[in-house]
């Protein structure tokens, strides 16, 4: 809604956009991501959309139509299930007391997990029930549980902070199971920010370092590296 300055009565034109975004992100952001939704810009008191979006985070993103313009607004957001809205107030880690001894980031990494194929069977009824770890010095993203398929389209992202850049990346495939869940297989990436190339198709390899680990699957992924924190 919006509250035009000095008791004027004209409205300015308003309108907002809905960007779906990492599901572990904290701070702002900075580059364009994906569009899934957003509103028409009208000279009004109030804009309003509904639409059916997948489970995922998402920032929504009020605005003017005309650049410069601004003034107060009210946001409100229903969902049918709990949203757990919060503002994204920082554009990156705050420097603290601690930073000096615990470090503080020095690259910022992206990892996109778009899809899997050529995953093994796990049961004689069914594929697989697959999902996805992506693991960053200690800092987890896990995307949802997709059921029977051995070609999943994940669609998942996370966003790290890297205190130590020389650790790497894992993105691990798993099989859900009622008891307990399989391992599938793995992917270790380095994360390097003066790679250029940020899509790849990697086979799956077992844990550890054996020369013959490949596992069955290939795991296709943009992977974006950047020395700015406020890059990504």
Known sequence: ENHTKDGKAENLAIGFEIHRVELNRKYRMHSLQPKVGGSIYINSRSVFVRLDMKEGRYVIIPSTFEAGHTGEFLLRVFTDVPSYCCELKEDEPPRTC?????????LVSQVHVVSASGLKQQRLTRGADPYVIINCEGNKVQSPVLKDSLDPKFDVKGLFYRKKPGQPIIVQVWNHNVIKDEFMGQVVLNGDPNNLQTQHSLQLQDKG?????????????VLLTSQSLTGI
């Open 98 to 106: 601690w930073s000096g001894m615990c470090g503080y980031p020095q």
């Open 209 to 221: 370092n054996k020369k013959s680990g490949e596992v069955s699957g290939t795991i296709q992924l």
